[in-house]
């Protein structure tokens, strides 16, 4: 942890944000069509479709409540891809790491790089989910611009998460197993599309140890109007993991590349 704080105190790993920064700009138009126009097409389909059938969910409108919950999983999403197919292409084929390596970087300056690259992909696709969703007036209250350092976090959070699985791959296969059996069912069980008071206790408490989950309790009461609590709790538990997963896979990735 503190060679973590070192190497994000010396801002060295700005240059590897820079590097991908560049690199994405040229295909931008692909990476954007595909990272926000889905869940804004599951946005649209969903919200109108399905909300005429549902009516109010908690108080507000189906694709009020909808759309909080897309902001974070768009987040999740972006930055869970970017942290592992871009990611481990720059590790493991086209050997960019390795040459950064070659330079005054460090493995946790490219680390921390790969993190802020990939949350910085994902609060652009929030924002993009945001101005969309204010259009459909399930916008409502100052507020809502807490939403972006939320975001930004939430990230951080889900990169580090996907930096471990790229340190520990073989293959693209193996991401496979990580969207299944993680992310798909964090997807469905942490109050993205219905809440999650009407669920068994067992699965409450499973939901209550998940990122996502403590991520929409704070950007759905921000999106819609309503009072904030327990601040600290979810903003603690997706430190929690910004922390655990960085530490990781800094060690993961260092034992990697110089085994």
């Excluded at 409108?61 to 871009?86: K, Q, R």
């Excluded at 929030?126 to 976090?153: E, K, M, N, S, T």
């Excluded at 009072?227 to 603690?236: D, K, R, S």
Aim: proline letters at 4%; charged letters at 10%; one cysteine or more.
């Amino acid at each position: 942890m503190r060679t973590l704080l070192r190497a994000l105190l010396a801002r060295r790993w700005a240059a590897v944000w820079r590097r991908n920064a560049r690199v994405w700009r040229r295909l931008a138009g692909p990476a954007l069509l595909g990272n926000i126009g889905e869940p804004l097409l599951y946005l649209l389909a969903l919200g109108y479709g399905l909300g005429s059938f549902v009516g109010e969910v908690e108080g507000m409108d189906y694709i009020t409540f909808l759309a909080s919950g897309f902001v974070c999983a768009s987040v999740m999403n972006t930055a869970s891809f970017e942290g592992v197919y871009s990611a481990y292409t720059r590790m493991a084929v086209q050997e960019t790491w390795t040459a950064m390596l070659y330079t005054p970087l460090d493995v946790h300056d490219i680390l921390l790089g790969e993190a802020f690259w990939a949350a910085s992909k994902s609060l652009l696709s929030a924002v993009f989910i945001l101005v969309v969703a204010y259009f459909l007036d399930a916008v409502h209250g100052w507020q809502v611009v807490w939403v972006l350092p939320v975001a930004l976090l939430t990230g951080v959070a889900f990169a580090g998460m996907a930096l471990v699985m790229t340190a520990i791959s073989r293959s693209y296969d193996f991401f496979l197993y990580y969207f299944t059996l993680l992310l798909t069912p964090m997807l469905l069980f942490s109050g993205v599309f219905f809440p999650l008071d009407g669920m068994p206790e067992a699965v409450q408490q499973a939901a209550a140890l998940l990122p996502l989950t403590h991520a929409i309790e704070l950007v759905r009461p921000l999106m819609t109007g309503q009072p904030v609590t327990g601040i600290a709790l979810h903003l603690g538990v997706i430190l929690l993991y910004c922390m655990a997963g960085l530490t990781l896979a800094g060690h993961l990735i260092q034992r990697r590349l110089f085994r």
